[in-house]
């Protein structure tokens, strides 16, 4: 393992610095067997299951096994078995053995992602998971294939009809805690918040309880609470590893105009001239009675298309009254006007009317038919107007007289008078992107910094919120060097004073603080699916791990993909570490085509299948993917590559033993042909060194060396030692050194300190 592929990385250098590299071309081991990967990688690819010869003799309509998400190991507690998702007519799971990739068993479970199918972390041959349909939380016997019921959250919420973490999720290690979303009735297939809890398995207890009130007592808004589908609740809810937060993956909180108020919920119906739609959303929140709106399709273009579509010719495209709310999802407005006739309709998007629009002296006023939501100072967008000058353009609200009343300055092109027309309407600036956090100009709806604003952790009983992310992205978990957990994460949108837009990075998440990484441009522009895994053991610090899917056509050094980064900020050139190939023709371009599509209807328009997500080991020292290998056979199979022993190096110090004058200090070398010498000093910054330089060689990679053996230590000192080690890799390009670095106190008077803390 001479040869790590590793390079410290340099902001705006469009390829990382990384040269470029001949992807592997060997052919497809078959199952149980290996395959060396090239001097780019250098590291071990093994087969584990194969789909066509196992699964399809039984049932031809089974064409995948993938591994889980990447958020959490597809290991049980003592490494012996790991499962697979089968692609089978109803869902199911297939555990294997890990000592010869056998089949142990294949549960006749429904096993979607919503069932939720986790490990037990103390128990080898327990799992949990969801039963199909149902808000029970439940442990599976992998042996006895029993099933016992752990809690009925009906028995606490009788309106539940699931509950999830939403497939990313998992619980605290150890499987004491776990996050659920408790979810109510659907309304068109899509489900309400009812609460997110946190279990305390351990207790059969709850030990905390997120609810509408505490929502919105930390800021968010009732409206959001009550809005059904993932736009009311997060995307998914986790506990951290460090076993004392809950992640909730909330949306970035969007202004709450009225425009564009999506409505295509169900089918709406026209009868006796009046039209009921349908929302997912509480129309109060937004409209009044006898507001004046315009209802517009969606048809992909700016402009949009006009009224409801319905019957051939039919639309409506005029400006119309609420008159009543038989619910909070449910507006009746009168249309008699339209004489649409009687009938369903698909209903896209509600707007509120424009009423006039009259320009005087370079000043335009705009009447709108209910509130705007604007407020002084903010962008926004007129459509289908009648002069050119203003279509489209992009305008800035001026005055406010009233709350239906909007005030600003016109091009000098623009005439005088008073323009009418047709499905005129506007596009606030603010909609669709979160307000940043420097703005203080937020409406009384949405408070600056609420808790629901971004992703957010929590004490386990929901208090105390620290903003982590300011979206839903794909997250992953890490050590920082203290110990500390850390989350992984892209940051894509200007609305974060605090983060560094279009860039990789983590989030310490005691304090919040935000470090970037690597930046989007520069790291992978051609990414089509970027996820991070959780590391499970807490000694391996500073190293965060990335898997990229891209497309075979792909021009990126990094494309297809496993990467090692370094936690530090970019400007500190932290090391990125190429550490295995994917071997995955990310979109099925597998050849030929007409096969994918004959056996098992694989889309390369719809890729998702073969994103090839990474699972690592509960050791961190080999990950676990699902892929299309290029050239084989056109099943998903399932593979298992290795990581180096030296992704345990950083944090790797601590002492043996300790006496009056010396220690014995024990460290994983990078390498096993790395030459390390150790520096010890009483001075943080290894000033007037007690020792300098001492050799601490040796032919593996777990070592020891003695401080203290050639000049006595102090009884009672704190010594700081550092311990610098370099190696020759193949290519002289990459890196070929590394420090090691902690502390421990001498025994005397006191207790005898021990390394960074574990």
């Not at 006749?108 to 041959?125: H, I, V």
């Not at 698909?346 to 038919?369: E, Q």
């Not at 005691?510 to 790291?523: E, I, N, Q, S």
């Not at 009672?716 to 106190?745: K, L, M, Q």
Request: with cysteine; proline share 7%.
């Amino acid at each position: 393992m001479a040869q790590f592929n590793s390079y410290r990385y340099t902001a705006g250098n469009k390829f990382a610095n990384f040269p470029d590299f001949v992807a592997p071309t060997q052919p497809e081991p078959a199952k149980n067997e290996c395959v060396q990967d090239p001097f780019w990688f250098d590291n071990t690819v093994c087969k584990l299951t194969d789909v066509m010869a196992q699964w399809n003799t039984v049932n031809p309509k089974v064409f995948m096994e993938k591994i889980p998400v990447s958020r959490w190991t597809t290991e049980n507690a003592d490494r012996t078995l790991y499962y697979t998702q089968v692609s089978s007519s109803s869902g199911q799971i297939g555990i294997y053995r890990t000592s010869d990739n056998s089949l142990h068993s294949s549960p006749r479970l429904t096993a979607y992602e919503g069932q939720e199918f986790r490990w037990s972390d103390t128990d080898p041959k327990l799992m949990y998971y969801i039963p199909f349909g149902t808000c029970r939380f439940a442990s599976y016997n992998v042996d006895s294939r029993k099933t016992t019921i752990l809690k009925d959250y009906k028995d606490d919420y009788p309106e539940c009809t699931m509950i999830r973490n939403d497939t990313e999720g998992t619980s605290s290690i150890g499987s004491r805690y776990w996050a659920w979303m408790v979810l109510g009735a659907p309304r068109f297939t899509n489900t309400r918040l009812l609460a997110i809890v946190v279990y305390d398995m351990e207790t059969n207890k709850t030990a905390g309880v997120l609810d509408e009130a505490k929502f919105v007592a930390q800021g968010g808004n009732s409206m959001i609470w009550k809005t059904y589908g993932v736009g009311g609740r997060p995307n998914m809810v986790d506990i951290a590893p460090s076993n004392d937060r809950v992640l909730l993956l909330w949306p970035p909180v969007t202004y709450p105009a009225p425009e564009n108020a999506l409505i295509n919920a169900a089918k709406s119906k026209v009868a006796a001239g009046k039209l009921t739609v349908n929302s997912l959303i509480p129309f109060p929140n937004l409209y009044d009675i006898g507001d004046v709106i315009q209802l517009r399709h969606a048809n992909g273009s700016a402009t949009g298309g006009p009224g409801c579509s319905g019957a051939a010719g039919e639309a409506l495209t005029g400006q119309y009254t609420i008159q009543e709310f038989p619910d909070p999802y449910t507006a009746v407005i009168d249309i008699s006007s339209s004489g649409l006739g009687d009938g369903t309709y698909t209903c896209s998007y509600m707007n509120p009317a424009i009423t006039s629009l009259t320009v005087s002296g370079g000043t335009a006023t705009l009447k709108m038919g209910s509130k705007h939501w604007m407020d002084v100072g903010r962008n926004f967008t007129l459509f289908n107007t009648p002069d050119p000058a203003l279509n489209g353009k992009a305008s800035v609200a001026k005055e406010l007289p009233d709350a239906r009343t909007i005030k600003f300055t016109v091009p000098a092109a623009v005439k005088d008078g008073t323009y009418t027309t047709p499905m005129m309407y506007y596009r606030d600036g603010k909609k669709g992107s979160a307000l940043p956090d420097t703005n203080t100009a937020f409406p009384a709806i949405r408070p600056p910094n609420a808790a629901n604003d971004g992703a957010h952790v929590y004490n386990l009983d929901f208090s105390h919120p620290v903003r982590v992310s300011n979206g839903q992205p794909h997250t992953g978990w890490a050590w920082d060097l203290n110990g500390d957990p850390v989350l992984l994460q892209q940051v894509s949108q200007p609305n974060w004073s605090g983060a560094q837009v279009d860039s990789f990075g983590f989030t310490n998440i005691y304090t919040g603080v935000y470090t970037p990484l690597f930046l989007h441009a520069d790291f992978n522009y051609e990414a089509t699916a970027i996820h991070q895994s959780r590391f499970y053991d807490r000694s391996i610090r500073g190293w965060g791990l990335f898997k990229l899917a891209n497309r075979a056509t792909a021009k990126s050094p990094i494309r297809n993909q496993v990467l090692l980064v370094e936690l530090k900020h970019y400007k500190e050139h932290p090391e990125i570490w190429r550490v295995g190939y994917l071997h995955n023709d990310y979109g099925c371009t597998t050849t030929p085509a007409s096969e994918l599509f004959k056996i098992n209807g694989c889309n390369p328009s719809k890729p998702y299948d073969t994103e090839a997500q990474l699972s690592l080991s509960r050791d961190g020292l080999s990950y676990y993917w699902a892929g299309l290998w290029p050239n084989g056979n056109v099943a998903i199979n399932v593979y298992r590559g290795n990581i180096p022993l030296r992704v345990k190096t950083k944090g790797s110090f601590a002492p043996a033993s300790i006496s009056r004058t010396s220690a014995v200090i024990s460290y994983i070398a990078p390498t096993a042909d790395s030459k390390c010498t150790v520096t010890t000093s009483a001075n943080a910054n290894y000033s007037n060194p007690v020792e300098a330089n001492v050799q601490a060689g040796g032919d593996s990679q777990l070592r020891t060396v003695t401080v203290g053996a050639s000049k006595a230590l102090t009884p009672n000192t704190r010594y700081f030692s550092r311990i610098s080690c370099a190696w020759n890799p193949a290519d002289p390009a990459a890196v070929s050194r590394e420090e090691i670095a902690g502390s421990f106190t001498t025994s005397g008077d006191t207790a005898a300190q021990g390394g960074p803390k574990q």
